[in-house]
T-cell receptor, first 114, second 112 residues
Framework: DAGITQSPRHKVTETGTPVTLRCHQTENHRYMYWYRQDPGHGLRLIHYSYGVKDTDKGEVSDGYSVSRSKTEDFLLTLESATSSQTSVYFC?????????????FGEGSWLTVV | KQEVTQIPAALSVPEGENLVLNCSFTDSAIYNLQWFRQDPGKGLTSLLLIQSSQREQTSGRLNASLDKSSGRSTLYIAASQPGDSATYLCAVEAGGSEKLVFGKGTKLTVNP
């Protein structure tokens, strides 16, 4: 199994509060991703990183920010959580999908915004 | 914009059947296509990766084919088992980038 750790694994928070999810990898892969998975929508990319301090937006980036200060850590922040951000969040890593490398997923972080 | 569609959304079969899952994508300018398995409450696990220059890949009872020009891929599962019950997803890159676009998956149930 790829060395990916997501924390926290489960969190309940109130509307309007900030929330940070952490993804930690031990594989030294270049690319790191945050996806959310919702019924009826499948997996959608929020943000991804292609190196330290290098990030780009995905399909559903509004309301989210990310940071990558070290190769091994990729943080996802909800500045002011809303009920629409209740979801399962998956971190993923890859050396490069366009170069034929697979992508590895973490176990997920379940976030409930009440 | 790359879009990925998987048909059917759900499939229930008796144990021992051979079955085919379908995946289609709108932009054929891809580097590769990947198939994943997801068990309930878990992350995705990579099953097969087919590079655009390849026509198929095999792993055990799984065989994935790719027709890049028509924007289609199939995942063939031979002699299905109850342990194969899971959701199967396919994914391709968006516009040749490092961003993967996923289908919504096919939920497979194999009945003993």
């Amino acid at each position: 199994d790829a060395g990916i750790t997501q924390s926290p694994r489960h969190k309940v928070t109130e509307t309007g509060t900030p929330v940070t999810l952490r993804c930690h990898q031990t594989e030294n892969h270049r690319y790191m991703y945050w996806y959310r998975q919702d019924p009826g929508h499948g997996l959608r990319l929020i943000h991804y990183s292609y190196g330290v301090k290098d990030t780009d937006k995905g399909e559903v980036s509004d309301g989210y920010s990310v940071s990558r200060s070290k190769t091994e850590d990729f943080l996802l922040t909800l500045e002011s959580a809303t009920s629409s951000q209740t979801s399962v969040y998956f971190c993923a890593i890859s050396e490069s999908v366009t170069s034929g490398n697979t992508i590895y997923f973490g176990e997920g972080s379940w976030l409930t915004v009440v | 914009k790359q879009e990925v569609t998987q048909i059917p959304a759900a499939l229930s079969v008796p144990e021992g059947e051979n079955l085919v899952l379908n995946c289609s994508f709108t932009d054929s300018a891809i580097y590769n296509l990947q198939w994943f398995r997801q068990d309930p409450g878990k992350g995705l696990t990579s099953l097969l990766l087919i590079q655009s220059s390849q026509r198929e890949q095999t792993s055990g009872r799984l065989n994935a084919s790719l027709d890049k020009s028509s924007g289609r891929s199939t995942l063939y599962i031979a002699a299905s088992q109850p342990g194969d019950s899971a959701t199967y997803l396919c994914a391709v890159e968006a516009g040749g980038s490092e961003k993967l676009v996923f289908g919504k998956g096919t939920k497979l149930t194999v009945n003993p």
